[in-house]
């Protein structure tokens, strides 16, 4: 199993720049997660996907961020536009139903300058 | 809103000691996750715990779950250089699908 695939590993991109982060989940599983971690607030959950529907977005910081999740095997992040407080890791993170391991990708590493 | 807390947050040890990393919720939960996190890596699972008394181990690492005390510990035995890192402890508060909060991470170092 290839396990969860994030795109760009890292990124370094000005202020006012649109970034978009990608996500490939594990097949088969029907639960889609973005976090995002910073050394102040720790690990944050953006928004989570079940069945390729928003199920909960209240954890996304602004209007600037916006998830999607066309089908069951990719989703993006999209930040437009940047800010420098926006830099962190990006985690997606990917599981089955309720009670069972939720597998994170290598992480997005976003500077914004 | 749920609260995760760690306890302790920092911790250095010797190799070959025992010591007990602890995670305490604010919500009734009987679904808690532990995962281990190396610098500048991904979060590994190591543990997901069920149902109130569940208990699992690993190698060097046991975790249990007191759903009543709203508590689950990891536990370390007789601890390796390889075990330093940082350990997070992570609830799901959702009854369908699932919606981990994550506490503030355990930095562990075990020194030889």
């Known amino acids: 199993d290839a396990g969860v695939i994030q795109s760009p590993r890292h990124e370094v991109t000005e202020m006012g720049q649109e970034v978009t982060l990608r996500c490939k989940p594990i097949?088969?599983?029907?639960?889609l997660f973005w976090y995002r971690q910073t050394m102040m607030r720790g690990l944050e959950l953006l928004i989570y996907f079940n069945n390729n529907v928003p199920i909960d977005d209240s954890g996304m910081p602004e209007d600037r961020f916006s998830a999607k999740m066309p089908n069951a095997s990719f989703s993006t992040l999209k930040i437009q536009p940047s800010e420098p407080r926006d830099s962190a890791v990006y985690f997606c993170?990917?599981?089955?139903?309720?009670?069972?391991?939720?597998?994170f990708g290598e992480g997005s590493w976003l500077t914004v300058v | 809103e749920l609260k995760v807390e760690q306890n302790p947050l920092f911790l250095s040890m010797q190799e070959g000691k025992n010591y007990t990393i602890y995670c305490n919720y604010s919500?009734?939960?009987?679904?808690l996750y532990w995962y281990r996190q190396d610098p500048g890596k991904s979060l590994e699972s190591l543990f997901v715990l069920l149902s109130n008394g569940a208990v699992k181990q690993e190698g060097r690492l046991m975790a249990s779950l007191d759903t009543k005390a709203r508590l689950s510990t990891l536990h370390i035995t007789a601890a390796v250089h390889d075990l330093s890192a940082t350990y997070f402890c992570?609830?799901?508060?959702?009854?369908?699908?699932?919606?981990?909060?994550f506490g503030e991470g355990t930095q562990l170092t075990v020194n030889p």
């Open positions: 993170a990917s599981g089955r139903n309720s009670g069972n391991t939720i597998y």
């Open positions: 097949s088969g599983h029907n639960s």
């Open positions: 919500t009734t939960s009987d679904r």
């Open positions: 992570a609830v799901d508060e959702e009854t369908s699908g699932s919606r981990l909060t």
